[in-house]
């Protein structure tokens, strides 16, 4: 028996609207962690390029006020 054809006697309420309810109190708390460990890698990345930006952009602007001396690298 297909999961299509249990479903096929059931009411619309059972199927949009009981079914990910269940859904969503069984796996919840998977499901925020999961989003919780995304949102921190995203976090950690996006912090990561922030600070090499600005240090590049530092570097750069102490490089471009020193003259003529770039050349000594």
């Known amino acids: 028996m297909a999961v299509r054809e249990i479903f096929a006697g059931m009411p619309w309420w059972v199927k949009w609207i009981a ?12 499901i925020t962690s999961i989003l919780g460990f995304v949102l921190w890698v995203l976090f950690k990345v ?6 090499v930006g600005g240090l590049v952009f530092v570097v750069r602007k102490f490089m471009g ?9």
């Open 65 to 73: 006020s020193s003259g003529s001396s770039t050349k000594e690298w």
């Open 46 to 51: 996006l912090l990561f390029v922030a600070l």
């Open 19 to 30: 079914v990910p309810v269940i859904a969503l109190v069984v796996f919840g708390g998977l």
